[in-house]
């Protein structure tokens, strides 16, 4: 029953978005995708179909939807596409973002203060008075494995953009989501023109750590209440690990997500680690780290430490994963003599 009702809903999306156009306009344009493999795109002259795949169950959809185009007005749940979408030169399409304490893109803070873009609030906690104020064209959320739904915003009739992008299968299968927000808001020579030049810096960058003559034991993150949620090897994150030519003591962990383990089974693997990738919002020693958990002494790695409250790591890397790799590629094999100019881990 849910299958037939997948399918009814397509087709009544499919209607929608082809009913008002003639008949060279009804079969609408596919667009190709080089590497995402989340997302379908259908363009007509002014609307989008967007299919998105569940990332956790691929044989079924996430969401299907309908947009006109280009979007006007977006709520945005997350610094990274708010960021995006001002790369690509259209911040005044922003009408409002949530979370915006984790936002460090000068020009937004800017329009922010001036509020000539909104703040909605946290995005856990929706303010559902401002986000009818606003009226926005589209909603832009991070979706999560079962959630359940979003409450009051889906009776506002508003499409839903759900921006599994993180959960792509590579790092530039993420970065190519670039070309699907270039297709909505309407300035898609820009974005597939920034695409091609993160693909091909990316390419590059990957063949030249293959010339590494060895692979530094990685170790990631740290324990948060008492568990250590660790990338998998088949995440995004987990292969641009492998592409900086690292030995990530977690690669052999199936998935395109994250999974949560103990302390004690993270030490296990980390006793004998080279490198220890942290990231922090505020700045972060190893002193405190072992405050808070003394078992974390014995961990023999250097640890690195991304300070995201200084810089713009989840406002950049998502959707440029050169400057990440850039980055790694300096720390990893320093004999291959990269001068990063985007250092994040330090």
């Known amino acids: 029953m849910k299958h037939i009702n997948l399918l009814l809903l397509i087709s009544l999306i499919l209607v929608a978005c082809s009913g008002k156009h003639n008949s060279a306009d009804n079969d609408g344009e596919v667009v190709t995708m080089r590497h995402a493999r989340l997302v ?10 967007i299919d998105i795949l569940n990332p956790w169950d691929t044989t079924k959809y996430l969401r299907s939807i309908c947009v006109d185009i ?3 007005r977006a709520a945005i749940y997350t610094a990274t596409h708010a960021s995006l979408v001002a790369e690509l030169g259209v911040a ?4 409002g973002v949530f979370d915006s304490k984790y936002i460090t893109n000068p020009n937004i803070k800017n329009a922010l203060a001036t509020k000539t873009i909104r703040d909605l609030g946290a995005s856990n906690v929706v303010n559902i008075e401002g986000v009818m104020d606003l009226n926005p064209d589209l909603f832009m959320p991070s979706p999560y494995e079962n959630q359940a739904g979003y409450g009051r915003l889906e009776q ?25 927000y270039g297709i909505l808001f309407g300035v898609e020579e820009r974005a597939d023109s920034l695409f091609n030049v993160v693909e091909k810096r990316y390419n590059d960058l990957k063949s030249l750590a293959g010339k590494a003559r060895n692979k530094p034991r990685l170790l990631t993150e740290r324990p ?4 250590w ?27 395109s997500g994250a999974r ?21 919002f505020g700045v ?19 640890l690195l430490v991304c300070n995201t409250e200084e810089v713009a790591f989840f406002e950049e890397t998502p959707f440029h994963p050169e400057y990440l790799l850039e980055n790694l590629i300096a720390l990893f094999h320093p004999e291959l003599d990269i001068k990063p100019q985007h250092v994040y881990f330090k």
């Open 40 to 49: 379908k795109v259908m363009k007509y002259a002014d609307k989008a179909r």
């Open 92 to 95: 005044d399409r922003i009408g």
């Open 229 to 255: 949620h660790v990338p998998c090897g088949g995440s995004t994150t987990g292969i641009l690990y492998r592409d900086a030519g690292a030995d990530y003591i977690f690669s052999d962990i199936e998935g």
């Open 156 to 180: 506002l009739g508003i499409p839903i953009m759900e921006c599994a992008d993180y959960m792509e299968v590579s790092p530039l299968a993420r970065a190519e989501w670039i070309r699907v």
């Open 260 to 280: 949560a383990l103990s302390i004690e089974k993270v030490l296990d693997k980390a006793i004998d680690a080279d490198l220890w990738l942290v990231k922090s």
């Open 224 to 227: 948060v209440s008492g568990t």
């Open 70 to 72: 280009p979007v006007q």
């Open 284 to 302: 972060l020693t190893q002193q405190q780290l072992t405050a808070d958990y003394p078992l974390l002494q014995h961990i023999p790695a250097r």
